[in-house]
Nanobody, 127 residues
Framework: QVQLVESGGGLVQTGGSLRLSCAAS????????MSWFRQAPGKEREFVGTISRSGTSTYYAESVKVRFTISRDNAKNTVYLQMNSLKPEDTAVYYCAARMRAPPIFPATAEYRYDYWGQGTQVTVSS
């Protein structure tokens, strides 16, 4: 069992930056691929990006590529989402998610492939 807790959301102006954190419980954090998803008001939840268990591989949605960076610190059981050049369309609740790589697919962009989810953190980008 893994519990995930996001933090770092807030209100930021267009062009600004935020760094989200997702702290995981348990001793097997390094066994999980970790991802970020987001859900804007009135829209379905969408994939943002993912990082492999070791942190050596990442993959991003086209809409955030170059602007967002995912990293992880397995010693701290934490994954991060650095968001730069934020736009109003980035406004959403951001969720982190964890999955054991079964089946061995990377990147996994579909929600159903994820075993554990955080409660989400709100990011609002003002224009």
């Amino acid at each position: 069992q893994v519990q995930l807790v996001e933090s770092g959301g807030g209100l930021v102006q267009t062009g600004g930056s935020l760094r989200l954190s997702c702290a995981a419980s348990g001793r097997t954090f390094s066994s999980y691929d970790m991802s970020w998803f987001r859900q804007a008001p009135g829209k379905e939840r969408e994939f943002v990006g993912t990082i492999s268990r070791s942190g050596t591989s990442t993959y991003y949605a086209e809409s955030v590529k170059v602007r967002f960076t995912i990293s992880r610190d397995n010693a701290k059981n934490t994954v991060y989402l650095q968001m730069n050049s934020l736009k109003p369309e980035d406004t959403a609740v951001y969720y982190c998610a964890a999955r054991m790589r079964a089946p061995p697919i990377f990147p996994a962009t579909a929600e159903y492939r994820y075993d554990y989810w955080g409660q989400g953190t709100q990011v609002t980008v003002s224009s």
